[in-house]
């Protein structure tokens, strides 16, 4: 079982800054799950997804943020992602999830995504 | 014996003892009290008669002694004579309620009196005066004895008073006895129902019986019992139900390990200079892995490998799918790109309902004859190809999203397919993300470089050795860490 923080900031705009920091596997699938969603069920459909600090996310995780992302889509909103890691870059590739997310490496230019 | 019944029969003796030794004992100070108090009366008559007679006695008063025995045999009940005599028993005056005189007479006499100023008592001797007690004090004057005085009191009346006690005490203790028997045994009742009901209770768990709560109104130690049996069936049907959805999960995943099992190829088609290997390690838990290899024609040979997101039931039935699919779609005759593509949009359907599913796959096809492959991926980790003449191991980075993710259009702009000739001696291995991640969170995962090196050790072997050798490396760069996910590889060589 790894460690997972989860901790978020608004910014004046009300987009959401989520920091995931550690590990997204199957011990703490569900926290992840729900701290993601909990601001997509609050309305909040704009979030940027910091990256910074995770160390590994597993498919299940991946599939997670898929569907934030289309949700929040659905509310005229988008889930982006931030200053992707090189290890975690990579399984974005695999996946082809960069043609996917919006990914940046500034958390100002992320913010002006939305 | 049960304890309502034990516990009535204890109390009902007990009560059955105190109440008769309680009506003994009053019956005893009863009749204690009685006889005290005849005692007290004849001493007192006794005194009395030798009061009033000592004067006489002296003045040879024979009328006033006549008169004063009679008045008090006419006068005190239960005194059945009085008597007054000098002592040579001359001169005599008996008054008396009974029959037999001249017997009587001859009692009194032979009672010696006492010479003090103390009353004697005296039972009398005579069968039929055996409930007469006689009570005897001489008479003296300026020292001397004048004579005796007697009044006899009958135990009569005593016993009538007894008797009529008696009469009144025993009704009255069966009374007691019964209402208080009657009364434990509802008390008892009540006390021991609670006990009936835990013990029914606790057959209805033993049972099977977890449903119904248990409860007493009540908060005595019979509650406290109550509430703890309560507790221990909740616990109970809480593991109860936790081992009965862990087996279903166990059972869940033995069928999805089963479907998994059987859907990799059981035979691999023989290819003129051309090897296959495969590996598959299934997990413990997790893992939706699954590889196959299809002839698609007579110079077509298709293989892939893949990864379902999503475990269990579901999971391998998602992995069915994918598999008829692909095989359906590349025996059509389509080219890898087109076939990926009808499979994503197969799977978008398939997964509308479920969004954060998707599956890797990756798909190649073999020209037997221009021994050329075709790499396409679906958001597959890429094959490693390790070329004999180049002497170089190194990715095929063919690009593609993940099937069931994104819509067509986007699907198919985003695929890159590579080619790789396939020279005696070039292999190609082809993995799922559950080799590049073992012991990911401990030591980084054995990943890309360490498949790489682990390759260029072992490339020149044959092809099921080139496994064996990876699937070495990889144990003991694991050590004692366990694999988490499921282990699979395929290969292919040219000879």
Not at chain 2, 223 to 241: F, P, T
Request: aromatic share 6%.
């Amino acid at each position: 079982m790894e460690n997972l923080t989860v901790t978020s900031k608004s910014d004046p705009r009300g987009i959401i800054i989520l920091k995931v920091s550690g590990f997204v596997d199957a011990s703490n699938i569900n926290r992840f799950d729900e701290e993601l969603y909990s601001h997509i069920k609050r309305g909040t459909a704009k979030i940027v997804v910091d990256c910074s600090d995770l160390q590994y996310i597993n498919s299940m995780g991946m599939g997670i943020l898929l569907e934030a992302r289309q949700l929040a889509a659905k509310r005229n909103g988008d889930v982006v992602i931030l200053n992707l890691p090189k290890k975690i870059s990579k399984v974005f590739e695999i996946l082809g999830f960069n043609e996917i997310f919006k990914l940046y490496t500034s958390e100002e230019e992320a913010l002006k995504a939305f | 014996m049960n304890l309502r019944t034990k516990f009535i029969l204890w109390t009902g003796t007990l009560i059955v003892v105190i109440i008769t030794l309680t009506s003994a004992l009053i019956f005893d100070q009863g009749k204690k009290a009685l006889k005290d108090e005849r005692g007290l009366r004849g001493i007192s008559l006794a005194k009395h008669l030798m009061g009033l007679s000592r004067e006489p006695l002296l003045l040879k008063d024979d009328l006033a002694l006549h008169s004063l025995v009679g008045d008090i045999v006419k006068n005190e009940p239960d005194v059945v004579y009085a008597y007054v005599g000098d002592l040579a028993g001359k001169r005599v005056f008996l008054a008396t309620s009974l029959e037999n005189r001249d017997a009587l007479f001859k009692e009194i006499l032979s009672i010696k009196p006492s010479g003090s100023e103390k009353v004697a008592l005296q039972r009398l001797e005579a069968p039929y005066f055996s409930d007469i007690v006689d009570f005897s004090i001489g008479i003296a004057a300026q020292k001397k004895t004048l004579g005796v005085a007697h009044i006899g009191i009958s135990e009569k009346g005593i016993k009538a008073a007894l008797a009529k006690i008696r009469r009144k005490i025993v009704p009255f203790s069966l009374l007691s006895i019964v209402f208080f028997v009657f009364l434990a045994f509802g008390l008892i009742t009540l006390a021991v129902r609670p006990i009936g009901y835990l013990s029914s209770r606790a057959l209805a768990v033993g049972e099977g019986d977890l449903e119904t709560p248990i409860f007493l109104k009540q908060r005595d130690e019979l509650g406290h019992l109550a509430n703890s049996l309560d507790w221990m069936v909740k616990k109970l049907r809480q593991a109860h139900d936790e081992r009965i959805e862990k087996e279903k999960l166990k059972k869940e995943m033995d069928i999805a390990r089963q479907i998994q099992q059987r859907l990799l190829p059981r035979n691999i088609p023989e290819v003129e200079g051309i090897e296959f290997a495969a590996l598959f390690e299934p997990a413990q838990e997790i893992g939706g892995d699954f590889y196959d290899i299809f002839p698609i024609d007579e110079k077509r040979l298709g293989f892939a490998i893949g990864d379902v997101a999503g475990k269990s039931i579901s999971g391998a039935l998602l992995m069915v799918l994918v598999r008829t699919l692909l095989r359906a779609e590349a025996l059509d005759g389509k080219d890898p790109k087109e076939v990926l593509a009808r499979l994503n949009n197969f799977l978008r359907a398939e997964l509308a309902e479920d969004r954060r599913r998707f599956v890797t796959l990756q798909y190649n096809v073999l020209d037997i004859k221009a021994r050329s492959i075709t790499c396409t991926s679906a958001g597959h980790p890429p094959p490693i190809f390790m070329s004999a003449s180049e002497k170089t191991i190194k990715p095929v980075h063919a690009k593609g999203i993940a099937l069931g993710v994104i819509e067509d259009d986007h699907f198919s702009r985003a695929l890159v397919e590579k080619k790789v000739k396939l020279d005696p001696g070039d292999a190609l291995i082809l993995y799922t993300d559950g080799i590049t991640d073992v012991a990911y969170s401990k030591k980084g995962g054995f990943g890309e470089e360490g498949l790489i090196k682990s390759l260029n050790n072992c490339h020149a072997k044959k092809a099921h050795d080139i496994l064996s050798c990876v699937k070495h490396d990889l144990k003991s760069y694991a050590g004692t860490l366990a694999i988490e996910d499921d282990l699979t590889m395929l290969l292919i060589k040219g000879k």
